[in-house]
């Protein structure tokens, strides 16, 4: 199946129509019995880095599985939310439009989602707060990497760049710091972060997420933690979960360094890891026990699957109407709105 075989259809929906996506599926009525949602990755675009969820998207429908990219709300073409809720409540809920709008058109109610960087709170979130999450891939996204690991990899990065400005500087800083106990010069009025939102200290994210971790896979859902090699360039027993590797949960959940991807997917190599580490991953969670990894005989990516081990009537539009008629559409802004 190539890119000629599926379809994309750019949409607004959720309550008040201010939320922009892209649902992309198989051409055929063919598909598996799950839905991926994307989304953005800091206040980048729905596209992703280096368009990372476009190609994603593009890869799953090759594999039967339907996906919807969407912008949250106040970013990218997605308007913002007029409620009161705070920014991580309010994301859970344009997620879960997302999850309604798929549930409508496509009859999906089983969804995995997959959150890079920031999005992985919001994944993280969505799945404890949704029991039809069934898995999270998380990219960079939680780490309570120990002593040991901040002070290697200061000290890779010094020996490999010693001349380096930065180098210099940071080392300069910590050692007035360490003997000089020179406090930072204060400003005259305090300093005000306006990207910081519900703040949580570290400790408050280190308990909900081991909170979070043993809920999830209570409940099953498969949890994926992917860690790019931007941030040190070797892993020693999953050093991204510190002392949470003693954790229950810790041997349930699938962790996987690769220092072959970097943090915003740069290279064709680190794109072409990336895509076969998550479009595996949601295949085999859609289909446990199914076969994946296997390439076409072109070599471009993952086969697609043999009809015969696919379900019927997963991945096409669903007649929504009594008399199997489908919802109407109108341009609005340049979008297809899908009226219901």
């Known amino acids: 199946m190539s890119d000629m075989d599926i379809e994309q259809i750019p949409i607004l929906f959720g309550p008040e129509r201010n939320l922009v996506g892209v649902i992309t599926t198989p051409a055929s009525s063919t598909g598996v019995p ?203 027993d999953r050093d991204h979960l510190g002392t949470l590797v003693r954790e229950p949960f810790a041997d349930k959940v699938r962790y996987e360094f690769s220092r072959d991807i970097d943090h915003t997917m740069t290279s064709l190599a680190a794109q072409g890891a990336f895509l076969t580490c998550a479009s595996n991953w949601a295949l085999g969670v859609a289909l446990p026990g199914a076969a994946v990894g296997a390439t076409s005989a072109s070599g471009a990516g993952p086969a697609a699957m043999p009809e015969a081990e696919t379900p019927s009537a997963w991945g096409a539009l669903a007649p929504t109407r009594p008399g199997g008629t489908r919802p109407s559409r109108r341009e609005n802004n340049g979008f297809i709105e899908t009226v219901y």
């Open 34 to 236: 799950i839905a991926c949602l994307m989304l953005n990755m800091g206040a980048n675009h729905r596209g992703g880095p280096h368009r990372i969820n476009v190609k994603l998207a593009h890869r799953l429908a090759t594999m039967g599985v339907t996906s919807l990219r969407m912008d949250l709300s106040g970013l990218g073409d997605s308007g913002p939310a007029r409620t009161d809720l705070g920014y991580y409540a309010q994301c859970v809920l344009d997620l879960q439009a997302g999850m309604d709008l798929l549930r409508t058109t496509h009859g999906i109610q089983r969804f995995v989602v997959v959150g890079l960087c920031s999005g992985a709170a919001h994944a993280l979130n969505l799945s404890v707060a949704d029991p039809r999450v069934t898995g999270i891939l998380l990219f960079d996204g939680y780490s309570f990497a120990g002593r040991r690991w901040h002070w290697e990899r200061s000290l890779r990065r010094a020996l490999a760049a010693p001349t380096n400005p930065a180098v210099i500087g940071k080392t300069m800083r910590w050692l007035r710091r360490t003997f000089t106990n020179a406090a930072p010069v204060a400003s005259d009025a305090p300093a005000v972060n306006i990207f910081t939102m519900e703040k949580e200290t570290p400790a408050e994210v280190r308990a909900t997420f081991s909170r979070s971790m043993a809920t999830l896979v209570e409940r099953g859902v498969s949890v994926y933690l992917l860690y790019s090699g931007t941030q040190h360039v070797r892993d020693v």
